[in-house]
């Protein structure tokens, strides 16, 4: 593995960042992307958000568009740095570039530029109105929230050795759930079985999470993961998917812009109010606005066979034929 290329701080106190002929610097305001056959800007707190998710996510399923210009492609193992790949108009133009990289070497660029760029005071998965802004000339480091933990139980939150449920000592109770109840199950175990039978209050649990737009994995059964998430104001990525994803809208609204994974054309817009269950299809991307914090249950199939089958066709890019 190639070690990360960065410079030594340039004006503003940050470092700059080269992967491939890629080549990354941010000023007070903005991030700056060159690579040979052009140049991008994006408002740095648009860039760290979505960088700390692509990073926290190690790249997350399909494509991590950060605006409609830049971003990731997920090959498991490998993992493509794109400029313009989905946008109908650099690809006219031939301006699109594309560069492969294994993975743990965009993985530890990545988490250094997150980690150098991202000021004291701010959080790039707490909801804007939740953190101090990331602007400025470089002040002092954010490590412990860029860092943190992600939850993934490998059988489910609550088993015993498993993750665990969240409680005061841990976790606040967000100030937008006060009102969720947060009283947990009964388990009643047959003696002997304590450790295969158990529960929880999902909503609790939900109510005291401190991040937007994160799924977690609080259950997984072979290929099926559920990954709830709280959400308040925009996803921060445009989610360009490789196979089918089914939402449950758990609690409030999310409206969902949805377009053509490559192209970016429109496709629908998804109002999804509580109780609604969407499937998203394998050929889309899409972004999320929730004008209140809600609670969405993401289910993933985390089966990488899927992606196959559906780029060779022998599985349609939606799952139910009614
Ligand atoms: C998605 O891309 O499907 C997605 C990502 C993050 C969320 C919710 C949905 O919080
Ligand atoms: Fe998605």
């Given at each position: 593995m190639t070690a990360v290329e960065a410079s030594t701080a340039t004006s503003a106190g940050y470092q700059d960042f080269t992967l491939g002929a890629f080549h990354f610097r941010r000023?007070?305001?903005?991030?700056?992307?060159t690579w040979p056959t052009g140049q991008h800007m994006l408002s740095i707190d648009t860039f760290l958000r979505a960088l700390q998710r692509d990073v926290a996510w190690d790249f997350f399923y399909g494509t991590v568009n950060f605006d409609a210009v830049f971003g990731t492609v997920n090959h498991y193992g490998t993992v493509d740095m794109f400029a313009g790949r989905f946008n109908e108009a650099y690809r006219k133009a031939e301006l699109d570039h594309t560069e492969n990289f294994e993975t743990?070497?965009?993985?530890?660029?990545?988490k250094a530029m997150l980690d150098n760029w991202t000021n004291e005071g701010f959080d790039p998965f707490a909801s804007?109105?939740?953190?101090?802004?990331?602007?400025g000339m470089k002040h002092g480091s954010n490590t412990s929230a860029v860092t943190r933990h992600r939850v993934t139980a490998s059988r489910m939150v609550s088993v015993p050795g498993d993750e665990p449920i969240r409680t005061d000592a841990t976790h606040s109770i967000n100030r937008m759930f006060a009102d969720v109840t947060q009283d947990e199950p009964e388990v009643h175990a047959e003696a002997g079985f304590e450790a295969e039978v158990a529960a929880f209050n999902l909503y609790a649990?939900?109510?005291?999470?401190?991040?937007?737009?994160?799924?977690?994995?609080?259950?997984?059964?072979?290929?099926?993961?559920?990954?709830?998430?709280?959400?308040?104001?925009?996803?921060p990525v445009i989610h360009g998917n490789d196979r089918v994803e089914w939402f449950v809208q758990l609690s409030d609204e999310i409206v969902w812009d949805v377009q053509d994974?490559?192209?970016?054309?429109?496709?629908?817009?998804?109002?999804?109010?509580?109780?609604?269950?969407?499937?998203?299809?394998?050929?889309?991307?899409?972004?999320?606005?929730?004008?209140?914090?809600?609670?969405l249950l993401v289910w993933e199939n985390a089966s990488n066979d899927v992606v196959e089958l559906i780029r060779t066709g022998k599985a349609p890019?939606?799952?139910?034929?009614f």
């Open positions: 000023d007070e305001f903005f991030a700056h992307v743990p070497l965009i993985r530890d660029t990545f804007p109105a939740e953190t101090d802004k990331p602007f649990y939900l109510s005291r999470s401190d991040v937007t737009w994160n799924p977690s994995v609080v259950s997984q059964c072979k290929a099926s993961l559920y990954c709830p998430t709280t959400e308040e104001y925009i996803l994974r490559d192209t970016g054309s429109p496709r629908a817009k998804v109002t999804m109010k509580a109780g609604d269950v969407a499937a998203m299809p394998g050929d889309i991307r899409h972004q999320g606005y929730s004008p209140k914090r809600s609670m890019t939606y799952p139910v034929e």
